[in-house]
């Protein structure tokens, strides 16, 4: 579905006159989800804001709950993109967690797909990949009507590497609920959802459907996306899924013209336009996922993550208001390219926060991070960090989207009682064979 027309108005305001100072934009009018109750359901009739609060939430430091955008300037930082309509964006190094530039980051806003990131961190893990499902009616109960589909059928059986390979490559609701089905039901999710949500200290969020269909109350923000983009990228399964660009889907079971039983597969590519490209937009350079969404009430949606020179970048944006094909992917490739000038340069804004739990936690890395394995570390081991080449993944998956073997990947701790990130993260080998933009 599309997103309705919208009038964007902007004005520029001088909010420091210290020696890095910052540059406010009024945000764009739109229509926005009321923002979630957290200890009650929220009500489909609160009426919903047309701006973002004066004050949104501090986490991650007090300039990311303010409107507008927050840059640090100085000399040798490049300008920030004059054309960039989206209601929410952050760019941010996903190594250190800097938050390099931001635009109402933590606007609590309809997030569309984009939920699905949450969804697979929290899911991924407990089934491996080789599990078989046979899908009965009511694992396929309760989707909204017009929902994306990868074409799931009653009565097949698909392993659980079909299935997240619907999830991310065609943004499959029907995929998200048999996995959750598999996950002993929608409810149970949601529950799920919401408290690894709270774990990731990404209180923006509020969860209702697991598919980020739109639903009365459900929000979240580019802050919060790009924790659930980070903590998913330290999983060696949602590297692979999200940086697949066309894969074999297995299709119905019939029979052929001389009466035998085939069941014969069909190819899916990814929606997301950075990673396989479209007539009007190239796969941009160093690119290796993450996610994207469109809804009527949340427009275009999207995380992505990029390494370039060795510096790797997460970028965030919600809902632009200039209503071109692939705007979304516009704005963040601009994004993108701002971040990888200015990242070294342009002193941070804020932080990504670690999950509450690392506090908490020994200095040891997880065993692994693939599905079914533990849920936190990336599950590759050693210390060098050079690449090798990739290969084709499983079940059909080919061409530039796998993440596949490096001869190791260097967790390290970061300072005090803080976040376990694989540092070196093995990327796919897609973001090696492209070459940089200038």
Not at 124 to 145: C, I, N, Q, Y
Not at 276 to 302: L, R
Not at 396 to 417: F, K, Y
Request: hydrophobic share 35%; with cysteine.
């Amino acid at each position: 579905m599309s997103a309705p027309k919208k009038t964007a108005g902007r004005s520029l305001l001088v909010t420091s006159a210290a020696a890095l100072s910052s540059l406010a934009l009024t945000a764009p009018v739109a229509l926005a989800a009321p923002s979630p109750s957290p200890s009650a359901s929220p009500s489909p009739s609160a009426s919903p804001s047309a701006t973002p609060p004066a004050k949104m939430s501090g986490v991650g430091g007090s300039r990311l709950g303010q409107a507008g955008t927050q840059v640090n300037l100085a000399s040798g930082v490049p300008v920030l993109p004059k054309d960039i309509t989206a209601r929410s964006w952050i760019v941010t190094d996903a190594e250190s967690g800097d938050v390099l530039a931001s635009h109402n980051a933590h606007w609590r806003l309809p997030p569309a797909s984009t939920m699905k990131m949450l969804f697979a961190d929290t899911v991924l893990p407990k089934f491996p990949r080789t599990e078989k499902h046979k899908v009965v009616p009511s694992d396929l109960a309760g989707m909204g009507a017009g929902s994306s589909l990868v074409g799931i059928k009653e009565g097949e059986t698909y392993t659980v590497h079909d299935l997240w390979l619907g999830v991310f490559l065609r943004s499959g609701n029907d995929a998200v609920h048999v996995l959750s089905a598999m996950n002993k039901g929608v409810a149970k999710t949601v529950t799920e959802m919401n408290e690894h949500a709270e774990e990731l200290q990404a209180l923006d969020t509020h969860v209702v459907s697991p598919d980020g269909y739109d639903a009365p109350g459900q929000v979240s923000s580019a802050y919060d996306l790009t924790l659930f983009a980070r903590s998913g990228l330290q999983k060696k399964d949602f590297r692979e899924y999200c940086s697949t660009v066309t894969a074999k889907f297995p299709g119905e079971t019939k029979k052929d013209k001389k009466g035998k039983t085939v069941r014969k597969s069909f190819e899916i590519q990814n929606t997301d336009r950075l990673l396989s490209g479209d007539y009007d937009i190239s796969q941009y350079p160093g690119i290796a996922g993450v996610k994207n969404g469109n809804t009527t009430n949340a427009g275009a949606t999207f995380t992505g993550v990029a390494e370039r020179g060795g510096r790797v970048l997460l970028v965030t944006v919600m809902n632009p208001s200039k209503e071109e094909h692939n705007e979304v992917y516009k704005e963040t490739a601009k994004l993108f390219d701002w971040g990888f000038k200015a990242a070294g340069k342009v002193a941070p804004v804020g932080e990504l926060v670690p999950p509450k739990g690392t506090a908490r936690s020994s200095a040891q890395p997880e065993a692994s991070g693939e599905a079914g394995g533990g849920s936190g570390g990336s599950g590759d081991s050693g210390a060098s960090t050079k690449p090798v080449a990739s290969a084709t993944a499983d079940g059909g998956s080919r061409g530039m989207g796998t993440a596949l073997a490096i001869t190791g990947g260097l967790l390290v701790l970061l300072a005090g009682a803080a976040f376990l990130v694989n540092r070196r993260w093995p990327l796919p080998d897609l973001v090696r064979r492209r070459s940089s933009r200038p």
